[in-house]
């Protein structure tokens, strides 16, 4: 926890819905072309929380993963690997052991994900259970029932247990945005869970529709940027669901381009949970290389 | 970009440094985008442009020649014909045989049918009317493609609706055209302003002769070409091109029914000045010095947005620009601060480039004059701030540039300076905001940012302008009426009201 002053969170910052819609519009028309395509292909690669949640997840299938985020296409051998691979917290033993001897660190959701309808006592065993397991980065969900009933306090306190829970794990929070409704919500959310001791925010669990959009992603930018000036520490950024395809990725590199500045344009700042973005990376950096577009029978499904 | 913040990870990327310590936000370092520009390679312009003149291109009478300049490389694009009094005699001539034989016997619905083909003409030729506009008058190609180009074309489509319909427009009246009318344009939006002008006088019944900005008249030459192929009859559309003697010529042609101009408020007064005594109607568009007030209860990321959308877009050559900020005192630090991190992110340069924010001033002689009010900003005391952005060494290129510590008596806050220049002053009361605002001889358009609905109905009924905009800035429709109070002109175009000075009402 930190014991800098904190804003009021029961006073809202005004967000203008036309106006973030107007401006993630604007940066999307940034034309990205030759090096700078390539260079932000790689970088967007490196920056993947590979992520399965599944109720029938297997150990197979999570062993198939982790040897994806190792080495995402093995014809071409000098591609960054992804930054993190994303499991239940059953999961989490496998992938570690499975990941042995790579940088590449192993995120476990936690706190009943994804509803987070459970009591506090089961959050905290959740979590503890994740980190016990080897998990290198918890994400956590925050109660959107006691959020939207305005009782922020509770969000609070929760986000700084689950912190302390996590030890040395980096903590993640996970806003649901698509819950929340409305963009100053968003704010409202992004700013309690950075000051109670967020690593990371992120929009979604992935599991409620509309998962992560630019215009929210924009918002919660901004709330990061605000925050960094205010503290002078850095929290990272996590959008996930919804983002398949490499122009998308690109986009949202631009977003955190031009509202945070190239600090943030690393693993260790920026994240997209995905699954289905890493194939559609891929083909574009080996159409960048030959020219040509690859079937996707040559990129696997993991 | 420079290399020295970068260092190399393991697998041979770059990757960025940790932050600084002054918590400064780093836009340059790392990942910069490669250039993008527009291919331009198949635009074919002539090395000489002729006079339009009853449905063809014909040579001076005088044969005298000027010259159109590429803003961005001070390299000519192609010469055209300075009009002597002779030519635009002809052109009037010609519009009068149009008016009298053709046009007006007309029906609404055929007149209508020719108006939405040079609309759809337009939307045909988009990409390449819109790397012309950038190529001629150095708007960034992002502005000319998704602003100019498709809102000129929107106006077209707009007034040939009203074609067959004008015994609907003013009820019990019956609208007649007005006959020939002389239209003078400005080069800041060449083919939107030619729209503005052309399409409602076409519903109306009446025929024209146009006469665009000598900086930048390439597009309404390609307009003259799209009129040809879409086959509107000799004589409705002539295009006489020139400088101001030629205006002048137009404004003071006897036959002329109706004289419709935009542009400097210099060049406002010696047309009213002429027309004087005359039968004449008029509109005039002419010059803006706007406030743009922003309350401490505004969005304040959303406003930072607009205040750029306000004085940066085209370059600041906005009639409507909202050259002056006046910000609340509670907020203004901080609005400053962001407003100032915005600015490091706008990229100043090739119009033709996809990314250009801010592209080339569009003349020598209005970048002297910019450079010449920034002299005087400085020498009358105010604080000058220019983005760090790099600026092309050819070109006549500008960096966006504030001024705070001006006071209201200021030449730069009270003259419109037509750049990318924004002022910026802070105000206490609601009162206060309102008594500047109203304080400049111009009442063109304004501003207000508020998170309160109630505020921007009482702010916005005070101000004297022709337009507010409420948490937005710069938006244009052809069903909205446009025109200025004060100085800053007389008489609407847009929708129905830019209608009314196109037809004789009965």
Redesign the interface.
């Known amino acids: 926890m930190n014991t800098e002053q904190q804003p009021n969170f029961n006073s809202t ?4 819905k ?3 819609e ?2 993630v519009s604007r940066l999307n ?9 390539m ?2 292909l ?2 967007a690669l ?1 920056m993947i929380d590979l992520t399965t949640l599944e109720g029938k997840d297997s150990e197979g299938k999570v062993i198939q993963l982790c040897s994806k985020a190792r080495t995402p296409y093995a014809p071409m051998p ?1 591609l ?1 690997s992804v930054a993190a691979v994303c499991v239940y917290p059953s999961m989490v033993k496998t992938a570690k052991n499975a990941l042995k001897g790579t940088s590449i660190n192993v995120a476990s959701v936690a706190t009943a994900f994804p509803s987070g309808m459970a009591s506090h006592q089961v959050k905290l065993e959740d979590t503890k259970f994740a980190v016990d397991a080897g998990a290198d980065e918890i994400d956590m969900v925050i109660s959107r029932g006691e959020f939207l009933k305005g009782n922020y306090n509770f969000v609070y306190d929760e986000i700084a247990s689950i912190k302390e829970a996590c030890g040395d794990a980096h903590l993640k929070v996970i806003l649901e945005t698509g819950e929340l409704e409305t963009y100053e919500n968003v704010r409202k959310a992004s700013d309690i869970a950075m000051y109670a001791g967020a690593d990371f925010i992120k929009t979604s669990t992935g599991k409620i529709s509309p998962a992560a959009t630019q215009p929210v992603t924009l918002v919660m930018l ?1 709330a990061i ?1 605000d925050y ?2 205010a503290t ?1 520490k ?1 929290i990272g950024m996590k959008p996930a669901g919804g983002i398949r395809k490499a122009k998308q990725a690109l986009q949202y ?1 631009v977003l955190v ?2 509202t ?4 943030w ?2 693993p260790e700042w920026f994240r997209f949970g995905a699954s289905s973005l890493t194939n559609d990376l891929l083909m574009q950096i080996v159409k960048q290389e030959t020219g040509v577009y690859q079937s996707s029978n040559y990129f696997s499904n993991d | 970009m420079t290399q020295s913040t970068k260092e190399k990870s393991q697998n041979g990327e770059v990757k960025p440094t940790s932050p600084n310590s002054d918590l400064k936000l780093d836009f340059n370092s790392f990942w910069s985008y490669s250039d993008a520009p527009e291919s331009s390679g198949h635009i074919k312009l002539k090395e000489k442009y002729d006079l339009f003149i009853n449905g063809e291109f014909v040579a001076g009478k005088k044969g005298r020649m000027m010259n159109t300049i590429n803003p961005s490389t001070e390299k000519p694009l192609a010469e055209f014909t300075e009009a002597t009094s002779e030519d635009v005699d002809a052109a009037v001539k010609s519009a009068r045989k149009a008016y009298e034989k053709t046009w007006s016997k007309l029906s609404g619905k055929e007149r209508g049918k020719y108006i939405y083909r040079l609309a759809r003409m337009i939307q045909e030729h988009a990409k390449d009317l819109a790397i012309i506009e950038s190529m001629d008058g150095g708007k960034p190609i992002r502005e000319s493609r998704d602003v100019d180009v498709p809102l000129a074309a929107a106006y077209f489509f707009y007034y040939a609706g009203w074609a067959d319909k004008l015994d609907y427009a003013f009820p019990g009246r019956k609208a007649d055209p007005v006959g020939v009318c002389g239209q003078i344009i400005p080069w800041n939006f060449p083919l939107l302003m030619l729209s503005w002008k052309i399409a409602p006088a076409l519903a109306a019944g009446n025929t024209v002769v146009l006469k665009p900005a000598e900086t930048t008249p390439l597009t309404a030459l390609k307009f003259a070409e799209i009129c040809q192929d879409a086959g509107l009859p000799d004589g409705v559309v002539n295009i006489v091109t020139g400088a101001g003697p030629t205006g002048a010529a137009i404004v003071d042609h006897p036959d002329v029914d109706k004289i419709a101009f935009t542009g400097s408020t210099e060049v406002g007064k010696i047309i009213q000045k002429s027309l004087a005594g005359t039968e004449k109607k008029f509109t005039l568009e002419l010059g803006g010095k706007g406030p743009n007030i922003v309350f401490e209860d505004a969005p304040i990321d959303q406003a930072v947005e607009g205040i750029i959308n306000s004085i940066f877009f085209n370059q600041g050559h906005v009639c409507c620009a909202g050259s002056r900020l006046l910000v609340q005192e509670g907020i203004s630090d901080k609005l400053l601060k962001k407003l100032k991190e915005r600015m490091e992110t706008l990229i100043v340069g090739d119009p033709l480039d996809k990314n250009t924010d801010i592209g080339a001033i569009n003349s020598k002689m209005q970048y002297d004059k910019i450079n010449e009010y920034l002299e005087i900003g400085v020498n009358e005391g105010a604080t000058i701030h220019q983005s760090s952005v790099d600026i092309p060494e050819n070109g006549y290129f500008c960096k966006p540039t504030l001024f705070t510590d001006v006071g209201q008596s200021n030449r730069i806050v009270q003259e419109e300076i037509f750049g990318p220049v924004l002022t910026i002053q802070t105000f206490r009361t609601p009162e206060e905001a309102i008594d500047k605002a109203n304080n400049t001889p111009f009442g063109l358009a304004g501003g207000i940012w508020t998170d309160k609905g109630s505020k921007i109905f009482k702010v916005s009924q005070k101000i004297r302008s022709g337009v507010v905009w409420a948490n937005t800035f710069n938006k244009f429709d052809p069903t909205s009426p446009f025109g200025g109070y004060k100085e800053s002109g007389m008489g609407r175009e847009g929708g129905l009201h830019g209608l009314y000075p196109y037809v004789n009402l009965k």
Do not use: F, T
Not at chain 1, 13 to 16: E, G, N
Not at chain 1, 260 to 263: K, M, N, V, Y
């Open positions: 910052v005004s967000i203008d036309v106006g973030v107007e401006r028309k940034r034309s990205i072309k030759n090096e700078s395509k260079q932000a790689k970088l490196s000098d960054p901004e940027r960094y000036q002078g850095m590199l381009k031009e945070l500045g190239a600090s344009l690393s």
